[in-house]
């Protein structure tokens, strides 16, 4: 059975920081390419970050600079470090596995930011 538990949101003020974290079980985790993607009231479901199986990265540009993904292979875990947060970065942030075409979902965690 495929997991994926997401943890690590919660309320901070606007400049603060938060590390989401992502655990993986019932994958390869290591063949997977791991993704953060998040989605605000009223919004479509966006990307933030995605890291490759060899490690190779990608931001959205709301999030570079600002946003760093990291995978540790033998936890089977995804990690997104957000710092300078923004109240546009409110959301709820979901993790997910690609592998051949197959994508699976964590149920999420909420990130609140207040200014």
């Known amino acids: 059975q495929v997991q994926l538990v997401e943890s690590g949101g919660g309320s901070v003020q606007a400049g603060g920081s938060l590390r989401l974290s992502c655990a993986a079980s019932?994958?390869?985790?290591?063949?997977?390419?791991m993704g953060w993607y998040r989605q605000a009231p009223g919004k479509q479901r966006e990307l933030v970050a995605l890291i490759g199986s060899g490690g190779t990265t990608n931001y959205a540009d709301s999030a570079k600079g600002r946003f760093t993904i990291s995978r540790d292979n033998a936890k089977n875990t995804v990690y997104l470090q957000m710092s300078s947060l923004k109240p546009e970065d409110t959301a709820v942030y979901y993790c997910?596995?690609?592998?051949?075409?197959?994508?699976?979902w964590g149920q999420g965690t909420q990130v609140t930011v207040s200014s």
């Open positions: 997910n596995a690609a592998y051949l075409g197959v994508r699976r």
């Open positions: 019932g994958i390869i985790f290591s063949l997977n390419t």
